[in-house]
């Protein structure tokens, strides 16, 4: 009796899920009863409810009664039979309604082992998922506020974080906080079309993309709306491989850039126009820059009316692109490196350039061999001068040196490849205040100088 109980039980919740036709059949006392039911006519069955079905019959047959087909191997029972495509019953009658006796007994048997074999079939079984919840614990981060969660991921490293990001709704939006993507260090690495722009654009300052390699477009359409500005003011592109027209598009979207870096990196017209719209710029790193004519320094010198601080060395500049800078530079220019203009940069332009930027503390000339000694008399009208580099002027003879004596402000000379060990030591004797031959490489407007590569600009650039 129990079992049958149970098998009752189970008609029921399968009479509650199935959204068809049911057939129900039974056999007691060599009698038969077939009933056909459309679930979808009602919402909700009980044990009284199939009572009324004729189910009954399972419930009050206590030894003859036939058991109910056994599950298949695959551990489903056939009353989970919810198909639309149930063939028409033989017998349609109502609840109770009996299958003649004789010789229509051999054709319900025939119908009731074809009923059957169809209830076997797989295709009409009722695939029901097993409740697999697992307690996995307690969520101690649900505890915390995302202001707590927050100082969490100021400790993480960007991969790190990047992956936690993932991991549910609430750290994916914590982790675009503006604070934890302040400084960025994607020196040497290689941004496919579209990273770089969803990067920055989650508010990052300070950003060094030294030797990187950056795809177009930089913006994805989608990723950005129209209008939008960054807000990098601290930017390393030196050495970095990206097309002109990316950097066209990366520029664009800079307007409170104050130190840039386009060291060995090719412009064009379009980008000296864009570096101009930054109007607060401050420094300038422009060295071994290709593609930089007379048109693009006449933009940047107009339009960076605060820059003071210009490197546009080994740039190889035309003599229109010299006459340019030297008219048009701001007066407010305090640290000039025009190394490398070896046929372009005489003694006339020099004499504009100091007039023009009077107070000038780093000036560098190495390799302008146009230059004459005359140049010494016009570099010494620099009353605020601290540091000078003539390397390898060769046109300038070594006594016309010793007039820098009347540059009472200068703390550093350079003059690599011009004297020899005892010229040296005369001028040492000279100026005794004096740094000779103290630095080999040039530090103005660079963002790195030496081995420090984890910062630009004296700015870190990881937290």
Not at 133 to 155: A, C, H, P, T
Not at 267 to 276: F, L, Y
Not at 281 to 293: F, I, K, S, V, Y
Not at 297 to 326: D, F
Request: net charge positive.
């Amino acid at each position: 009796m129990r079992n049958r109980k149970r098998r009752c039980a189970c008609l029921t919740r399968t009479l509650n899920a199935c959204s068809s036709v049911l057939l129900v059949l039974t056999q007691s006392k060599g009698e038969i009863k077939c009933f056909r039911f459309d679930v979808r006519c009602a919402t909700s069955f009980g044990p009284n409810d199939l009572a009324t079905l004729g189910l009954g019959v399972l419930l009050e047959s206590d030894s003859d009664a036939k058991e109910v087909p056994k599950m298949s191997s695959k551990g489903r029972s056939p009353l989970a039979n919810v198909s639309n495509q149930t063939p028409q019953v033989v017998v349609q009658a109502g609840a109770g309604t009996s299958v003649a006796s004789g010789g229509g007994m051999q054709q319900a048997d025939a119908n009731l082992r074809k009923y059957i074999s169809i209830l076997n079939d797989e295709r009409f079984f009722l695939y029901r998922r097993r409740n697999t919840k697992q307690n996995l614990g307690e969520d101690y981060f649900g505890r915390l506020s995302d202001e707590m969660i927050l100082q969490v991921f100021r400790w993480l490293p960007k991969k790190a974080l990047m992956r936690c990001s993932q991991v549910s709704k609430r750290f994916s939006q914590v982790s675009l906080d503006e604070t934890l993507w302040t400084r960025l260090d994607l020196s040497c690495r290689s941004m496919r079309a579209g990273a770089l722009g969803s990067v920055i654009s989650r508010g990052t300052v300070i950003l060094r993309l030294a030797q990187a390699h950056v795809s177009y477009p930089v913006f994805l359409p989608e990723s950005v709306e129209c209008g939008f500005q960054t807000k990098l003011q601290f930017l390393d592109l030196s050495m970095c491989s990206i097309e002109p027209e990316a950097l066209v598009e990366l520029l664009s979207r800079c307007r409170s850039l104050r130190k840039l870096s386009l060291e060995n990196v090719a412009v064009d017209a379009s980008c000296c126009r864009e570096i101009g719209c930054n109007e607060n710029l401050e420094a300038l790193n422009l060295t071994m820059t290709t593609g930089l004519d007379s048109f693009g320094v006449t933009t940047l010198a107009k339009k960076l009316t605060k820059l003071h601080s210009l490197n546009i060395s080994w740039t190889h500049l035309s003599r229109q692109a010299v006459e340019a800078l030297v008219t048009h530079v701001t007066p407010s220019l305090l640290r000039l490196n025009v190394a490398g203009c070896r046929q372009t940069l005489n003694d006339a332009a020099l004499e504009k350039l100091v007039a023009r930027c009077p107070d000038l503390l780093e000036l560098d000339l190495s390799d302008c061999t146009q230059l004459t000694s005359e140049a010494i008399t016009i570099v010494c009208k620099l009353k605020k001068l601290e540091y000078l580099s003539l390397s390898r002027c060769y046109n300038i003879s070594v006594t016309s040196y010793l007039q820098l004596s009347d540059l009472h402000s200068l703390l550093f000379l350079d003059v690599f490849g011009l004297l020899s060990e005892q010229a040296i030591t005369m001028l040492q004797t000279s100026f005794p205040g004096v740094g000779i031959n103290k630095f080999i490489h040039s530090s103005v407007a660079r963002p790195t100088v030496g081995t420090r590569r984890t910062s630009i600009w004296g700015l870190r650039t990881r937290d």
